[in-house]
């Protein structure tokens, strides 16, 4: 009875581990194939491998501008957001009588970021910010911004108080005792809340496409996006394509699995 | 003079965040709501119109079906996200070999943006070239092959898959992390009670980790309220609204009709369902506690 138990247990993980693998497998083998291969022999390796499909891909969809401008806004959101927000953060963990700015800022984590969507639409316009990156930037600051200062908020509350009184009878002043006592020990609670930033940053697409039309400014998100209707017909260029936008996200979460898992976990059961 | 000094200081600090914030987050969800009460095409001056947006969305066939549609999407999540999450967490929390393994494989897709998970899937329902229709003929299943996105009786389902599909792996880890923390001491006396894998479940894990079920719920409801990417990237929505959502019809109706008024009612509609579900199940689930 116990091994029939633990055998149908592993049974059903092994299962659903396939399931979670398999479409990422077909993709991979398929855009090494070309089209006839792909219809011919959709589940197998490759006969001949096509690499070729790479470059085409990476040449003729922009992919590497694309790549480029999402890394740039991405870690310049992150950046900021946790500039602000930690000082944000500080001030609120700190200062007794500032519970209702607290509330303030947690307000946004109930907000369904889509409700901004029209309007930051209309205020990026009145502002001469469509179409440029530091309008995207502003809005992945602020979609962010919430959660980075409730989990901060949290972390700083836990740091002690003693080493920055210590700190200012050295002759600390406040700004630097922030620099150089604060934020080094908030180091784990930053890294948590700038990782599920940037991944949000990076995979977002609705914002990017209402905000950014130009050609030369787009995102990878919309890169992706416009592998559809351009190759729609030829199969292993959009699975290279698909490969490619995946690629740094597979490296990313294998050097950095636990930090990723943690800060997406946080971000979700707080939020 | 300290005091004075402190002031100052806090006040420079949390400065660049409240700016910010209130002008990018509180100030736009305050111009929904103005914009909600207009009639406004993005271009010419507005027209106030009261409530006769909401009036008309209570008129809207259109409205409702993505409405449903949402619906259907909450109910799946719930069942195949939120509840096969939590039974392949449990599984997983006993096992030893293997176990690391299994949680990076079941997070694989968290990490990936939408947009190309639904692309991806896109592929596999082509009816010509695509592998699901393959799959089904190797294993003589022919005659369950469909065009997943044109027949209006399978597309829905083929555009809540993928995103159902790709999240299932966070409520694993989520759950997982929660069963893990349940004291050893529990689960050893469950077990010398007799108690059966099941009843160790309701009676033992459930009761330790309510808190954490209780916000992937919230999380499954509000996050189908936001579906937009998957259903964008497969099918646009089509046939007709058959595979739309609330906020892909705000979308629609804001940005490719012009139609800014009536897309910020649709918003303020998710704006309110977000809020009133979060609020009364967090009443229920207060109630049912004590």
Request: hydrophobic letters at 50%; one cysteine or more; aromatic letters at 14%.
């Amino acid at each position: 009875m116990q091994r029939v138990t633990r055998l149908s247990r592993g049974l059903v993980l092994a299962v659903f581990a396939l399931s979670t693998l398999f479409p990422f497998y077909w993709v991979l083998v398929s855009s090494l194939k070309d089209k006839h291969q792909i219809y011919a022999n959709p589940f197998g390796f490759p006969v001949k491998w096509h690499w070729g499909n790479y470059a085409d891909i990476w040449q003729t969809a922009h992919l590497s501008r694309y790549f480029w401008n999402s890394l740039f806004i991405s870690a310049c959101a992150v950046a900021i957001m946790l500039l602000i927000g930690a000082m944000a953060a500080y001030v609120l963990a700190r200062r007794e009588k500032s519970g209702w700015l607290y509330a303030y800022f947690t307000l946004g984590i109930m907000i369904p970021v889509h409700a901004i969507l029209i309007p930051s639409f209309v205020l990026l316009k009145q502002l001469h910010l469509l179409n440029s990156h530091f309008g995207l930037i502003l809005i992945y600051i602020v979609s962010n911004l919430s959660l980075c200062v409730f989990v901060l908020h949290g972390f700083l509350k836990g740091i002690p108080r003693e080493l920055e009184e210590a700190a200012a009878i050295d002759g600390y002043g406040r700004v630097r005792t922030f620099v150089s006592i604060v934020l080094p020990l908030a180091k784990p609670g930053l890294a948590t809340v700038g990782t599920l930033g940037f991944l949000n940053c990076w995979n977002e697409y609705l914002f990017a496409y209402v905000l950014i039309g130009s050609e030369p400014s787009k995102t990878l998100t919309q890169g992706v996006m416009a592998l559809t209707g351009q190759y729609s017909t030829d199969y292993a260029l959009v699975c290279a394509g698909l490969v490619v936008s995946m690629l740094p996200l597979w490296l990313v979460y294998m050097l950095f699995q636990e930090q990723i898992v943690k800060g997406m976990t946080a971000g979700a059961v707080k939020g | 003079m300290r005091r004075k000094h402190d002031a100052v200081f806090y006040g420079a600090f949390v400065l660049p965040a409240v700016i910010v914030y209130t002008l990018f987050m509180i100030y736009p969800v305050a111009m929904s709501a103005g914009y909600s009460l207009t009639e406004w095409n993005g271009v010419t001056a507005k027209t106030f119109e009261g409530l006769g947006n909401y009036q008309e969305l209570i008129a809207d066939g259109d409205y409702w079906q993505v409405v449903r549609n949402t619906g259907q999407l909450i109910a799946y999540s719930l069942v195949f996200q939120v509840g096969a999450g939590l039974a392949i967490a449990y599984l997983l929390a006993k096992v030893v070999r293997g176990f690391r393994f299994y949680r990076s494989v079941y997070f694989i897709p968290v990490i990936i943006s939408p947009v190309a998970i639904g692309l991806m899937f896109s592929l596999f329902y082509n009816s010509d070239t695509g592998p699901l229709n393959h799959l089904l003929d190797s294993l003589g299943l022919s005659s369950w092959k469909r065009q997943w996105l044109s027949d209006p009786h399978t597309v829905l389902k083929a555009v809540m898959a993928p995103q159902i599909w790709q999240y299932i792996g966070l409520y694993v880890v989520i759950f997982l992390a929660a069963i893990q923390q349940v004291p050893e001491e529990l689960l050893e006396s469950a077990r010398m009670d007799g108690a059966g894998p099941f009843r160790t479940f309701f009676n033992v894990v459930m009761p330790q980790i309510w808190d954490v079920f209780q916000v992937c719920v919230i999380l499954a409801v509000t996050g189908s309220l936001k579906s937009f990417d998957h259903a964008w990237v497969i099918t646009s929505g089509g046939p007709g609204n058959a595979s739309s959502f609330i906020a892909l019809q705000m979308f629609k109706t804001a940005f490719i009709s012009n139609q800014i008024g009536y897309g910020s009612a649709m918003t303020i509609t998710i704006l309110a369902y977000a809020a009133l579900f979060t609020v009364l199940f967090k009443r229920i689930c207060a109630r049912l506690y004590n």
